[in-house]
């Protein structure tokens, strides 16, 4: 009697198991992740993707202007973004979140920095704020170097040239992707020449180049940072597994860095560095699968494992 009972209650528990992953809809198969092209998002979305697909599910992966990207989850074309950068964003954050359109699924990024940056010996020379730039704008030759096209931080720049705030009216915003941006900033690092740019943290260029951050633009890039998970309206609750298992995710920034760093030092590509990382910090996983099955209701922990 005994034997049977424990039969039938190991029955039922692995029913509810099976449940939970047969709640979600059919089109929960694919997971479609938002992707500016930042060396950052590589990381996060390819870590995402890595246990996506050991849970059983397809990643699709949609390399997108950060504008198109809020669209595209308001239409229901892109399911996730673990990119929305704060304050960075947050006029997106208030068109899309707050109003309900889009839905935030966690804050997966703390103590973040995205603003201006100078190298250190120009910083050294007396560039330490937005005021200070004008003062070099022939040193500079009156160029600020953001990155692509339509990002919320390019925009910002170019209300501050629009307004004149800081001197800046007569300067011009280069755009470019963010590695056209760094190797631009490496040629005129190596030559001594001032160049002013965007910067951020996480990123490994805080390693390859001797940089300072500039103050005075917190009304603009608000001062200390973080980054959200978002979602397409409903998504958690139409694909509660995967919707479960994106909420889970949270980075650190040393993880990033070093991840990025065998990236962009050509030491691996992006998917073998991560898990190269797993490898070496395999406990992390168990905290992201906390709730989660497998797509068809099995083990997690020992699928995902079991890809490294």
Same mark, same amino acid.
């Given at each position: 009697?005994?034997? =049977?009972?424990? $039969?039938?209650?190991?029955?039922?528990?692995?029913?509810?198991?099976?449940?939970?992953?047969?709640?979600?809809?059919?089109?929960?198969?694919?997971?479609?992740?938002?992707?500016?092209?930042?060396? @950052?998002? $590589?990381?996060?979305?390819?870590?995402?993707?890595?246990?996506?697909?050991?849970?059983?599910?397809?990643?699709?992966?949609?390399?997108?202007?950060?504008? =198109?990207?809020?669209?595209?989850?308001?239409?229901?074309?892109?399911?996730?973004?673990?990119?929305?950068?704060?304050?960075?964003?947050? @006029?997106?954050?208030?068109?899309?979140?707050?109003?309900? =359109?889009?839905?935030?699924?966690?804050?997966?990024?703390?103590?973040?920095?995205?603003?201006?940056?100078?190298?250190?010996?120009?910083?050294?020379?007396?560039?330490?704020?937005?005021?200070?730039?004008?003062?070099?704008?022939?040193?500079?030759?009156?160029?600020?170097?953001?990155?692509? $096209?339509?990002?919320?931080?390019?925009?910002?720049?170019?209300? /501050?040239?629009?307004?004149?705030?800081?001197?800046?009216?007569?300067?011009?915003?280069?755009?470019?992707?963010?590695?056209?941006?760094?190797?631009?900033?490496?040629? $005129?690092?190596?030559?001594?020449?001032?160049?002013?740019?965007?910067?951020?943290?996480?990123?490994?260029?805080?390693?390859?180049?001797? /940089?300072?951050?500039?103050?005075?633009?917190?009304?603009?890039?608000?001062?200390?940072?973080?980054?959200?998970?978002?979602?397409?309206?409903?998504?958690?609750?139409?694909?509660?597994?995967?919707?479960?298992?994106?909420?889970?995710?949270?980075?650190?920034?040393? /993880?990033?860095?070093?991840?990025?760093?065998?990236?962009?030092?050509?030491?691996?590509?992006?998917?073998?560095?991560?898990?190269?990382?797993?490898?070496?910090?395999?406990?992390?996983?168990?905290?992201?699968?906390?709730?989660?099955?497998?797509?068809?209701?099995?083990?997690?922990?020992?699928?995902?494992?079991?890809?490294?």
């Amino acid at each position: 009697m005994k034997t =049977i009972k424990n $039969a039938c209650v190991a029955s039922l528990l692995l029913g509810t198991v099976a449940l939970t992953a047969q709640a979600e809809d059919a089109s929960c198969a694919k997971v479609r992740l938002g992707d500016p092209g930042w060396s @950052d998002i $590589a990381v996060t979305n390819g870590i995402a993707q890595f246990l996506l697909d050991g849970l059983g599910y397809k990643t699709e992966t949609q390399i997108l202007a950060v504008p =198109i990207i809020y669209a595209g989850l308001q239409k229901g074309q892109v399911d996730a973004f673990l990119g929305n950068w704060m304050p960075a964003q947050q @006029d997106n954050y208030d068109k899309f979140v707050a109003s309900g =359109i889009v839905d935030k699924l966690a804050q997966n990024l703390s103590g973040t920095e995205y603003t201006l940056a100078v190298p250190t010996y120009a910083y050294e020379a007396g560039v330490k704020t937005f005021a200070d730039l004008d003062k070099f704008a022939d040193q500079f030759d009156r160029k600020l170097y953001g990155i692509a $096209a339509g990002s919320p931080a390019n925009e910002s720049i170019r209300k /501050m040239i629009a307004a004149d705030e800081f001197g800046l009216g007569d300067w011009k915003l280069v755009e470019s992707s963010e590695q056209a941006m760094l190797v631009q900033v490496g040629r $005129a690092v190596k030559r001594d020449k001032y160049v002013v740019f965007l910067g951020w943290t996480p990123h490994p260029m805080n390693v390859q180049h001797d /940089m300072k951050y500039l103050k005075g633009g917190e009304q603009h890039f608000g001062d200390s940072g973080h980054v959200n998970s978002l979602a397409r309206k409903g998504y958690a609750s139409q694909c509660p597994n995967a919707g479960k298992l994106l909420s889970n995710l949270s980075f650190t920034q040393e /993880m990033e860095n070093a991840i990025m760093n065998q990236v962009l030092s050509k030491q691996a590509n992006n998917q073998q560095a991560i898990k190269n990382w797993l490898k070496a910090n395999p406990t992390v996983i168990d905290g992201w699968l906390q709730g989660v099955t497998t797509r068809d209701g099995g083990d997690a922990l020992a699928a995902v494992k079991a890809r490294l």
